[in-house]
């Protein structure tokens, strides 16, 4: 994967550490619940979600799908599925908030939703409801699930 050399540093997440901030974050929405459901942000918010909906005992999980990056490349924005509804009552979660953009997005779909991530840079943190780490705007973040295994 090509790093925009605009990001000074590049931080690699573990499994063990995404699911110890996403049971931070069940935990932190514990009092603000319950949910009607989960509505994860796809691709990135898929991992997260399936985590929070053991943890917090949700049964109803669906997506909203959106395009952004094309490897490390950002481009406009496209919708690919959305849901019905204003999200009222639902959780809407995603890995990161960064510039913004996608939340910004989203909350428009749904705004009645609680949106959540695991990481929030500053850029995009007034956007969100919920966070468990904040990230420098300079660092690059790898998640498990993007990481290329050198063979």
């Known amino acids: 994967m090509d790093i925009d050399p605009a990001f000074s540093c590049t931080r690699s997440l573990s499994w063990e550490e995404i699911h110890a901030v996403s049971r931070q974050l069940a935990r932190r929405l514990r009092d603000k619940g319950p949910f009607a459901g989960i509505i994860a942000i796809a691709r990135g918010g898929l ?14 999980v669906d997506t909203v799908c959106i395009a952004g990056y094309d490897e490390s490349t950002r481009h406009d924005l496209e919708v690919l599925k959305r849901v019905q509804g204003d999200g009222g009552g639902w959780l809407v979660v995603d890995d990161l908030v960064d510039t913004g953009r996608t939340a910004q997005a989203v909350r428009d779909m749904l705004p009645g939703g609680h949106y959540a991530t695991l990481y929030a840079k500053p850029s995009g943190k007034p956007m969100v409801d919920t966070c468990v780490a904040d990230v420098e705007q300079e660092t690059w973040l790898v998640f498990p699930w993007e990481a290329i295994e050198q063979v």
Request: charge should be negative; avoid cysteine; hydrophobic fraction near 65%.
């Open 47 to 60: 991992v997260p979600a399936a985590i929070l909906a053991l943890e917090l005992d949700i049964r109803q």
